[in-house]
């Protein structure tokens, strides 16, 4: 898209907790890359049935600890009871982590379906709900342009929304999607719905299409056909995957700051080389 760059662009990004001392290195490195480029904060992941709890909290305190870079918490309301949630947010707030990114979160490891904890939150509703009356948080929902594959209708996807909306989060962060049109109109059906906060849209950077083919439909994300199209033939050469990656994820963006949308959540993979290189594209550079 010709156009001059913007210079009213923020970003976050989005990290997972390092499961070995080599992958905890290249977290090191992508935050060391990326935090030049002030993000209003990063995000660290929770595992599915909250297996990676103690790593999300290690990782979340040392960038606090030894970053200027302001840190969000992933939460989610899988396998445990209300007292230890709330218990972990006060942890969080008494060390300085004043931002939480509250969901459902999706089942342990062997099921398939949800089911709610007999003394936990039920939903991320209610889980907005509770930490909210623990402490006053800054909350980041989760929001679905192409609906929540579990959700009965686009219709009740979006109350549903509106509902985490009205308990206290103050933004919403989308599922990744492709086509810079299901973003646009998914934000006209939250400006119809009476949804103020910003709705801010998530960027995946695709390296390996295969992959993301599989598990975009158990996520109900889709992916256009002229996407495969761009990565045919490249499936054992990974630096020009790569170019092609950071070029469609930039041309993505550059069309949503053209629509007037001011903020991005990248999902880095703990990776910087891609996002660092969108980032630029976008006029978001060191201060």
């Known amino acids: ?19 070995s001392d080599k992958m905890e290195a290249t977290l090191w490195d992508s935050l060391t890359r990326l935090a030049p ?33 302001k ?9 445990a009871s209300r007292e230890e949630v709330d218990d972990i947010a006060r942890h969080y707030w008494r060390d300085g ?47 679905y342009p192409e609906t929540h594959p579990e959700a009965a209708s686009a219709q009740a996807d979006l109350d549903n929304l509106k509902a985490k909306i009205d308990a206290g989060a103050s933004r919403a962060i989308t599922q990744a999607f492709f086509d810079p049109e299901v973003f646009l ?6 400006a119809s719905a009476g949804i103020t906060v910003p709705i801010v ?32 033939g490249l499936e054992e050469d990974p630096e020009t995957r790569k170019l092609v990656a950071a070029t469609l994820a930039a041309e993505q963006c550059r069309v949503l700051s053209a629509e007037g949308v001011g903020d991005f959540h990248f999902y880095t993979l703990n990776r910087a080389d891609l996002t660092y290189a969108i980032c630029h594209m976008l006029g978001v550079r060191p201060t």
């Open 1 to 19: 898209m010709a156009s001059p760059l913007p210079r009213d662009v923020r970003v976050s990004f989005e990290f997972f907790p390092p499961k």
């Open 97 to 143: 982590v004043q931002h939480i990114v509250a969901l459902r979160g999706d089942p342990p490891e062997g099921e398939s379906a949800y089911s709610p904890h007999p003394e936990g939150y039920a939903y991320a509703v209610d889980l907005v709900r509770g930490l909210k009356n623990v402490a006053d948080f800054q909350i980041s929902v989760a929001a």
């Open 185 to 190: 109109r998914f934000r006209d059906r939250c």
């Open 37 to 69: 480029l002030s993000p209003s904060f990063v995000s660290v992941t929770y595992g599915a049935g909250g297996s990676t709890r103690e790593r999300t909290h290690a990782t979340v305190t040392r960038i606090l600890r030894e970053t200027e870079i």
């Open 201 to 232: 849209p998530g960027i995946l950077p695709v390296t390996n299409f295969v992959q993301v083919s599989k598990f975009s439909g158990k996520c109900g994300m889709a992916v256009p056909s002229w996407m495969g199209d761009l990565f045919n």
């Open 71 to 79: 840190p969000a918490a992933h939460l989610t309301c899988v396998s």
